[in-house]
């Protein structure tokens, strides 16, 4: 199973900088064996797309998607909007959507399996709060998200899909979580998937960690036991600053 890197542009970044992003990452010296992703704003999609044209490297991904294929939903995309620009992953239910926008778990569900049967990795973000951390509820907290957010997921399906452990007290705050911790909410999150889907489906979902992930400490994560990746949001904004955070993740 290879590790997966996501870039997280969040609401950085129009279609005019995107495709200049896009083509200075290309120029990178990238690791073979790994897969990479960036995940865009929506407008910027196809700027990305055109500035990557055939190449595969890196793939394409969302930062949201809605539930319903089409209809009045005003200011929404669809799944099969985005698989329209070869997008392959979308992230769903980040804290910052939870929190500024009320994303509830039932709404990442929904989006969750949207995106699996349009043939979309779904990325799906849990994480507890900084007051919960403290009262020790993360494992609490990571259970419900995530019983809630599979609760629509085909086991079956061949689309497959990740999760991201982001502890939102980690997020942007150069404070990044323990390796060992994360490597316990990782444990928690594929026991919940074990619990409901079975151990052979849980063993092949890649869990990443996000927060605060940088080229000084990708290492430490991603040679923790259960821990396959990263989402990684301000050290993805350069892209010469991601192309060193890859190649430092796994050395060629
Ligand atoms: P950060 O963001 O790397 O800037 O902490 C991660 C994320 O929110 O996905």
Redesign the pocket.
């Known amino acids: 199973m290879n590790a997966l890197l996501?870039a997280?542009w969040?609401m950085h970044y129009g279609p005019i900088k995107a495709g200049g992003w896009v083509r200075a990452f290309r120029r990178e010296r990238l690791p073979k064996d790994v897969d990479i992703a960036v995940a865009v704003p929506h407008v910027s999609l196809a700027a990305a797309r055109a500035s990557l044209g055939r190449a595969s490297i890196p793939s394409l991904a969302a930062q949201d998607v809605f539930w319903d294929k089409d209809g009045s939903f005003t200011g929404e995309v669809s799944a099969s909007m985005l698989d329209e620009f070869g997008v392959q992953y979308c992230?769903v239910g980040?804290?910052?959507r939870r929190t500024y926008l009320n994303e509830t778990s039932e709404m990442v569900a929904k989006k969750a399996a949207a995106l699996q049967e349009a043939g979309i990795v779904p990325v799906i973000?849990v994480g507890e709060t900084a007051a919960e951390y403290k009262k020790k509820e993360t494992n609490k907290i990571l259970r419900q998200q995530t019983t809630a957010a599979i609760a629509k997921l085909n086991p079956d399906s061949k689309t497959a899909f990740v999760f991201?452990y982001?502890p939102i007290w980690?997020?942007?705050?150069g404070k990044?979580c323990p390796s060992q911790r994360a490597r316990e909410a990782h444990e928690v999150i594929r026991g919940v998937i074990a619990k409901k889907m079975g151990e052979t489906v849980a063993a092949k979902v890649r869990i990443l960690y996000?927060?605060?992930?940088?080229s000084n400490n990708i290492t430490e994560y991603i040679t923790t036991t259960g821990i396959d990746g990263a989402?990684?949001?301000?050290?993805?904004l350069d892209p010469r600053v991601f192309g060193l955070l890859c190649r430092t993740a796994v050395p060629s």
Not at 170 to 173: H, K, L, N, T
Request: with cysteine; glycine share 20%.
């Open positions: 996501i997280n969040k992230l980040h804290s910052e973000c991201a982001e980690a997020i942007g705050s990044p996000g927060g605060s992930v940088d989402l990684v949001g301000g050290a993805s």
